[in-house]
């Protein structure tokens, strides 16, 4: 059932797409071998739903708001819309830490997507056993895949260029989140 949900959620905000439509297909054409993997990629995570969808797009999105992928930030808004998440899970996840919109394993995941996403990965022991204790590691495993994922897509379409198609038009966005370097975030973080 969560997969055709989710696959009508991605028609849905595919057909909300209004302009830069054809970027990364367009890109992807041009190798089609890289296209048709990306295309396998995309189906294996979106077959794989031992793991509530919802945690996935939280994820996702933290990811895409770190990437700084205008594109994701569109696509992921959207989606995240279609499965359920609030205006407030979607544009305070930069505040997730200190945030009431989230429960306590949103916050884990997003954590986790905040660990993955740095370079070079940090802590990640501690908050992987912290999770094992909320999720199973099938389900880890798919949070780690999407996180990781989204991390390519990301970056892919940085360096491609590919600009955001609307999809979220009119709706709460996830917004870039601003670089900084290489901090200890529990030092950095304000109550940690």
């Known amino acids: ?17 209004r302009r830069n439509r054809g970027d990364l297909v367009g890109w992807l054409g041009r190798r089609p071998q890289i296209g048709a993997a990306t ?6 995570l979106l077959f794989s739903n031992k793991l509530d969808p919802r945690l996935k797009e939280l994820a996702e999105l933290k990811t895409a708001g770190l990437v700084a992928c205008q ?4 696509i992921g808004s959207a989606l ?4 359920g998440l609030t205006r407030a899970q979607i544009t305070e996840l930069p505040r997730y830490r200190t945030s009431d919109a989230y429960t306590e394993l949103e916050k884990l995941v997003i ?4 660990a993955m996403t740095s370079t070079p990965a940090v802590d990640l022991d501690e ?7 909320h999720l199973s ?3 880890l495993t798919e949070l780690a895949a999407a996180i990781a994922w989204e991390n390519q897509r990301a970056r892919l379409n940085q360096g491609l260029g590919v600009q955001p198609t609307g999809m979220a038009d009119g709706m709460a966005c996830a917004m870039p989140e601003p670089r900084v370097a290489h901090l200890d975030r ?5 109550g940690r």
């Open 1 to 17: 059932m969560r997969v055709l949900e989710r696959i009508r959620g991605y028609a849905t905000v595919i057909g909300q797409a």
């Open 39 to 44: 295309m396998a990629y995309e189906t294996a």
């Open 71 to 74: 594109f994701c930030l569109d």
């Open 80 to 83: 995240a819309h279609t499965s």
């Open 111 to 114: 954590e986790f997507a905040e």
């Open 127 to 133: 908050l992987r056993a912290t999770l094992l204790t």
């Open 137 to 139: 590691k099938t389900q």
């Open 186 to 190: 529990k030092t950095a973080e304000p």
